[in-house]
């Protein structure tokens, strides 16, 4: 039996949402344990470069509802990156999943096949929707996932790596 395009991609990133919710609750609780203002935490970055671990969360969110959207052609839900606070960011992930259980299981039918192209720039790629989702989207949800809890960890929330596993039940 193989798997579905459905099973590969929405409980992952559903559990991955599950993650963030419960490292923002670990980050929320140091905050208040150690008298420092929320703010600090949700703009916090690991280089100057980097996203701050709102925009982690935004970058994931945007990731999942974007190849759903693109691979049944529905319309991808716009959420402005504006959360500035964890009640804002447990919104956006709430709406996420939301929007990723909304969208039926068969619509995902067919689409291992689907040609996407991607664009970076001047720089473009095709790729089959299976490609897409195993050798760009997974990793690229994942990468947004663990690099937010590594923003954590670096400022001191207590966070380690069965935070980032979550339940397994």
Do not use: C, W
């Amino acid at each position: 039996m193989s798997l579905s395009m459905h099973k590969i991609s929405v409980p992952a990133f559903v559990r991955g949402f599950s993650v963030l919710s419960s490292l923002i609750d670990k980050a929320e609780a140091f905050a208040e344990e150690k008298k420092i203002a929320p703010a600090v935490l949700v703009n916090a970055r690991l280089a100057p470069d980097m996203l701050p671990f709102s925009g982690q969360i935004q970058r994931a969110s945007d990731t999942s509802k974007g190849v759903i959207a693109r691979l049944t052609s529905v319309d991808v839900p716009k959420f402005p990156d504006e959360e500035a606070d964890f009640a804002e960011l447990r919104e956006r992930i709430a709406k996420t999943v939301a929007f990723l259980e909304s969208v039926d299981p068969s619509a995902l039918d067919g689409t291992a096949d689907k040609e996407v192209t991607l664009k970076f720039g001047k720089m473009g790629v095709t790729l089959s929707g299976k490609d897409y989702i195993q050798k760009f989207v997974l990793p690229n949800f994942y990468f947004h996932v663990t690099t937010a809890q590594n923003i954590l960890r670096h400022n001191g929330v207590p966070v380690g790596k069965l935070d980032y596993l979550g339940s397994l039940g």
